[in-house]
């Protein structure tokens, strides 16, 4: 056995209490962890909690110099790959630039309506932040730009105090407002290395409110699909149907007809990239190529469809600053400062994500805190140059990722591609009908209502899929973000009610074998006469410490009562397998020791098998050994069954 | 092995994707639990989560009659024991009874000024409650009336809006409405056998927020015990020392005499007491002796002494019918029903503890439901009868339980004493000075400052500790019902940072055994070559999934760099031990699948080790089995370790 020395002093003080020998068998001590102190445990517990990754190791043994460079390669990704830059992977990037650019165009201007922005806004931020992302971001795949949720949150979220109509400007400076404070959240976020906040954003809970924001974001695009001019403010399915219906006499059939067209179109070709993901670049370039003829037809006919609403004047040149536009006081501020809390923690969600499953399929790890320094930095330079939050979208993403890009040049590309367009193609969108950008956006977001994950988690966790459908129909009829907060609840609540009620399983032995499994489980298991062996599938917490003792009295209540009617053996020893308990607290700590005094009381002993090293050291701190005795803890379920039945064996 | 023929069905059909077959040794398959439908399974959870005790247990197999007997025995315990009543037993609960009223009447009046209300609601208080806990109560130990916590919260909260002097008809119906939501409240949780939401006030929260309540308790007894008329109406420490030097010039020496003379009095014997707990009744009826001794005081010093402060006239009689106090529309409804599920929650915390308390020390279960509906009931019928929130009182439960007490009768004892004093001892209390009283409460108060307690709960755990510490200040110096709240949020945030921050431990093999353990608290586990062996010590859920991805691919970057270092054998396969991951949801399931599949890129295999039941149930459901293949799953570590090193073996 190699000991040091200091481990040995420790052991020896305590010796008496834990060690355990028996000379029929070779039974093993229970042993305490190493002593810490407790600012090392502190130090060891921070540093799992904020730097889980360990993101100084890269840094371990180098020169200065080489720290130097390891540093700024750290924070400017760019210089790691761009010694390596080549021709062959530009023309890869110029590719996958140009292709995700004739989709960033028409999706820029559309999503920008959905926040109810301008549409040159859209295009603002899809310029000034994917040059930035480029500098900054790990993904070589993201796709920058805005994105349809948090558009469609920022929208209703300041809609609901603010008329975007009547005060436009105010509404926009709210927008960069907004967008300054999830940039600032993010970075935090990332900085502050709290980024497991959006793990708490569970799958299921994001599949049920993308679901139903997308129902949203469609039903919304009713107003531009039949040619509503006055249409309802407010997001509710409810409410929005009504004055559909109510509206009737709005309906424009000219606006219809075209609109209906292109969206069977768009649907069409996104049907066929769906089918063959080769043929990715027919639903990648749809987009522009509907904007376009869309443009053209209703430029031909301008003299005889009036009814049809176009886009209108939009402003030649590139970003116009906006830092002075920000709101840092007033009476809006909270609501800016919510927004901008909500939209960000979701368009981070989505970022990261995208980041994650593109990075898994080329293999390289995407760094999770410091993509939220990076889209966080991104936004709030866009909030300073007329851009509203942006992050890493998922359509853009895919087709980057299908067009071969490389690196984050692609995104440089297509900034490119969007100065020119601001510069010198401005006034060809004059004649681009509204009615199919609603038709982009339907088509967009109609992939996001993923049915087939719903089933899956219908399949596999009930629970999940409670916690899914909830979030669908909270954004669907009640609010985005109450929809989004009732969704994390029951999250939180199932991962709170799997604690409260923890399960305890009673073992048996697998014949010969040391092997204790759950009998319910293991039809081979069996029983072992006097023992009632039972596993605690839970650390033992405040609160599910008073369930527990309840729930293990009741266990040695009903085996009483079975071995009563089926005249057995007399139950003489209660084994807790304590394998799954991580972790104790003082509740739990007077619940053993409640429980172990009740047991008694009844001749009943209480012993504990196999205690993990966080719960030995506070079993020992709490002097709750002492009162176990010398043989009251044992290393695994197989040997305290061996030892006390020898002892039984010798006292008869 | 013993199968049914069931489940022989069930297993063959999978066979082939799970059960593990060799020739060299003998390996054990990982069976699937029996199949249960989802109606089945959902009734097993809802029967664990509100039916943990199978209250119902009693009455299988009985006749209907003894069916009807034990429900009448189970709604009203008092048939339980009234049969085998017997004079012995009278005799004791004529002395224990008879004893907590001489503690119970200063007690009501003092604890009814505490709250802010009338003296004379502290004794009919201490009337009805009593009576009908008597009647539906399990505990035989509780003496039931006004506590402190309670009062001090309800007396805060209401005056924060209303002010009692100003309106105090009000005020008083404000009280009685929060009594009577109190009672809902409780009772509905015992209706609906949501008892565990008691458990998250952990203990750690319970003695800070009870030891910052007692010092505020304490120092609003300055205002009596220093004679002083204008006193802030609020509760935080800094305005209330604020207030009591202002107003030095309204301070007493007579009073502060008078005060200060009993407080020591009061605490000697409270010391006598705790240093021989025979004496107990030496503090009992020091309360009640200061009570009259200071009265008689008073009124002997009536024409010298005009600065001492007095009750005043008292009304004689029984306690009035105020159902038709009750407020259930109006402005302050909200608050009521606040105040009421507050001081309803804080109440039962204590009844219950109190309780479980006493019935632990004399080996009796006390079933937490059924004590909350009696607790309930019992306020519902308070609020209607002029009475403030009562339940459990540790100082009258102790005294009660040490003076014999052996069943409730002695409630009813109390009760009757009480009566006696409303219906002719009312004048005698005219001259009984305030500070007295404050003198009575300070005393009561000061032993809920359980510094041991918060010293032990240093040693043992510092994140409980930090929660006890911001209760205690949180109710120093915000308010009371926020600085519960903060304590609750740490409580249960400490829940989410462990599941989100699960341990990971690496293990090693215990030579000579089949046993595998974490290599840090067992010195003597060696590591296998070529394998690493990883325990996740917690479920695997959304919160914690991409966590434990980065995690274990950190364990293995930082394996594969030591072996490295050491010219060790390569690293070939990770094996996952999964006994403490006792459940799993959909986002851990997609990082087991992409953890497979990322090593396996890296040429390294992953394989589980016994997943518990509903993670293998899960795990099938997925189809993630088929992805680990026929060998990807063991019953144990030792066994997987012995097979794929065997396979290794065959093909070199």
Request: charged share 15%; with cysteine.
């Given at each position: 056995m190699?000991v040091?020395?200091?481990?040995?002093e420790h052991f020896?003080?305590h010796e008496?209490?834990?060690?355990?020998?028996?000379?029929?068998m070779?039974?093993?001590a229970?042993?305490l962890?190493?002593?810490?102190?407790?600012?090392?445990?502190?130090r060891?517990?921070?540093?799992?909690?904020?730097?889980?990754?360990?993101p100084?190791y890269?840094?371990?043994?180098?020169?200065?110099?080489?720290?130097?460079?390891?540093?700024?390669q750290?924070l400017?990704?760019i210089f790691?790959w761009?010694?390596n830059?080549?021709?062959?992977l530009?023309?890869?990037?110029?590719?996958?630039?140009?292709t995700?650019?004739?989709?960033?165009?028409?999706q820029?201007?559309?999503?920008a309506?959905?926040?109810?922005l301008?549409p040159?806004?859209g295009?603002?931020?899809?310029f000034v932040?994917?040059l930035i992302?480029?500098?900054l971001?790990s993904?070589r795949?993201?796709?920058v730009?805005?994105v349809?949720?948090?558009?469609?949150v920022?929208g209703s979220?300041?809609s609901e105090?603010?008329?975007?109509?009547q005060e436009?400007?105010?509404y926009?400076g709210?927008?960069?407002?907004?967008t300054?404070?999830?940039?600032v959240f993010?970075a935090s976020?990332g900085?502050l290395?709290l980024?497991?906040?959006?793990?708490?954003?569970?799958?299921?809970?994001?599949?049920?409110?993308?679901?139903g924001?997308?129902v949203?974001?469609?039903l919304?695009?009713l107003?531009?699909?039949?040619?509503?001019?006055?249409?309802?403010s407010?997001?509710q399915i409810?409410p929005?149907m009504?004055?559909v219906?109510?509206?009737r006499?709005?309906?424009?059939?000219?606006t219809i007809?075209l609109?209906f067209?292109?969206?069977?179109?768009l649907?069409?070709?996104r049907?066929i990239?769906?089918?063959?993901?080769?043929?990715f670049?027919?639903?990648?370039?749809a987009?522009?190529?509907s904007?376009?003829?869309s443009?053209i037809l209703v430029f031909?006919?301008r003299?005889t469809?009036h009814?049809i609403?176009v886009i209108?004047h939009l402003?030649?040149?590139?970003?116009?600053?906006?830092a002075?536009?920000l709101?840092f006081?007033?009476?809006?501020l909270?609501?800016a400062?919510?927004?901008?809390?909500i939209?960000g923690?979701?368009s981070?969600?989505?970022g990261?994500?995208?980041g994650?499953t593109?990075a898994?399929?080329?293999?390289y790890q995407?760094?999770?805190?410091k993509?939220?320094?990076?889209i966080g930095?991104?936004?709030?330079?866009?909030?300073c140059?007329s851009?509203?939050v942006?992050?890493g979208s998922f359509?853009r993403?895919a087709v980057n990722?299908n067009?071969g890009?490389q690196t984050t040049v692609?995104?440089i590309?297509m900034?490119a591609?969007v100065?020119?367009?601001?510069?010198?193609?401005?006034?060809l969108?004059y004649y681009?009908?509204n009615?199919?950008?609603a038709?982009?956006?339907?088509?967009?977001?109609?992939?996001l209502i993923?049915?087939?994950s719903?089933?899956?988690?219908?399949?596999?966790?009930k629970l999940d899929?409670?916690?899914?459908?909830?979030?669908?129909?909270?954004?669907l009829f009640?609010?985005?973000?109450l929809?989004?907060?009732?969704?994390?609840?029951?999250?939180?609540?199932?991962i709170?009610?799997?604690?409260?009620?923890?399960?305890?399983?009673?073992?048996?032995?697998?014949?010969?074998t040391?092997?204790f499994?759950n009998i319910?489980?293991y039809?081979?298991a069996?029983?072992?006469?006097?023992?009632?062996?039972?596993a605690?599938?839970s650390?033992i917490?405040?609160?599910?410490?008073?369930?527990?003792?309840?729930?293990?009295l009741r266990?040695v209540r009903?085996?009483?009562e079975h071995?009563?009617?089926n005249?057995?053996?007399?139950?003489?020893?209660i084994?807790?397998?304590m394998?799954a308990?991580?972790?104790?607290d003082?509740s739990?700590?007077?619940?053993?020791?409640?429980?172990?005094?009740m047991?008694?009381?009844?001749?009943?002993e209480l012993v504990?098998?196999?205690?993990?090293g966080?719960?030995m050291?506070?079993l020992?701190k709490?002097?709750?050994l002492d009162?176990?005795?010398?043989?009251?803890?044992?290393?695994?379920?197989g040997?305290?069954?061996a030892?006390?039945s020898?002892?039984?064996?010798?006292?008869?």
């Open positions: 190699g040091n020395s200091n481990r040995v020896d003080s008496s209490t834990i060690k355990i020998q028996d000379e029929t070779q039974i093993h229970v042993q962890p190493p002593h810490r102190t407790t600012l090392h445990k502190l060891q517990r921070v540093s799992e909690i904020f730097f889980p990754d360990d100084l890269r840094f371990k043994n180098q020169t200065c110099f080489k720290k130097f460079l390891l540093a700024l750290y400017f990704p790691q761009a010694p830059y080549n021709l062959t530009l023309r890869s990037d110029l590719i996958s630039g140009l995700i650019s004739s989709l960033a165009i028409p820029g201007i559309s999503y309506k959905l926040a109810n301008p040159i806004i295009l603002y931020s899809s932040p994917p992302y480029s500098l971001g993904s795949h993201l796709g730009g805005p349809s949720i948090a558009s469609l920022m979220m300041l105090k603010i008329s975007y109509t436009p400007i105010l926009l709210l927008a960069f407002t907004a300054f404070f999830a940039g993010q976020l900085i290395r980024g497991f906040v959006i793990d708490f954003l569970s799958k299921a809970t994001l599949v049920g409110f993308t679901g924001a997308a949203i974001v469609s919304q695009q107003k531009g699909l039949l040619g509503i001019v006055h249409f309802t407010k997001m409810i929005v009504i004055s219906f109510k509206q006499h709005e309906w424009s059939w000219q007809l609109g067209g292109f969206l069977v179109f649907l069409t070709t049907h990239s769906l089918r063959k993901p080769k043929l670049w027919v639903s990648a370039a987009p522009l190529t904007v376009i003829l443009t031909l006919l003299n469809t009814q609403s209108g402003p030649k040149g590139v970003n116009p600053p906006s002075n536009m709101y006081n007033g009476p809006y909270a609501l400062i919510k927004t901008g809390i939209t923690i979701l981070l969600t989505e990261i994500a995208v994650r593109f898994s399929l080329k293999n995407v760094d999770g805190n993509e939220m320094m990076a930095l991104m936004n709030i330079a866009g909030s140059s851009c509203y942006t992050t359509s993403s990722y067009a890009a692609s995104n590309i900034a591609a100065l020119v367009t601001l510069l010198f193609l401005m006034p969108f681009t009908p009615v199919v950008l038709a982009i956006i339907i088509t967009a977001v109609i992939g993923d049915y087939q719903a089933y899956k988690l219908w399949k596999v966790d899929f409670l916690a899914c459908l909830c979030s669908f129909f909270g954004v009640i609010s985005v973000p929809g989004l907060g009732i969704a994390v609840i029951i999250s939180v609540f199932k709170l009610l799997h604690v409260t009620r923890p399960n305890t399983l009673v073992l048996g032995n697998i014949p010969g040391q092997i499994h319910n489980q039809i081979e069996l029983r072992v006469p006097s023992f009632l062996i039972l605690v599938e650390p917490y405040f609160a599910n410490s008073t369930y527990l003792q309840e729930r293990i266990w009903e085996e009483e071995i009563k009617a005249n057995g053996a007399p139950l003489k020893c084994i807790l397998d394998t308990v991580t972790a104790i003082t739990g700590l007077d619940t053993l020791c409640e429980l172990r005094k047991l008694e009381k009844r001749s009943l504990l098998a196999n205690p993990v966080n719960v050291e506070k020992h709490s002097n709750i009162s176990f005795g010398l043989k009251g803890v044992y290393l695994t379920v040997e305290a069954v030892d006390i020898s002892i039984w064996k010798a006292q008869p």
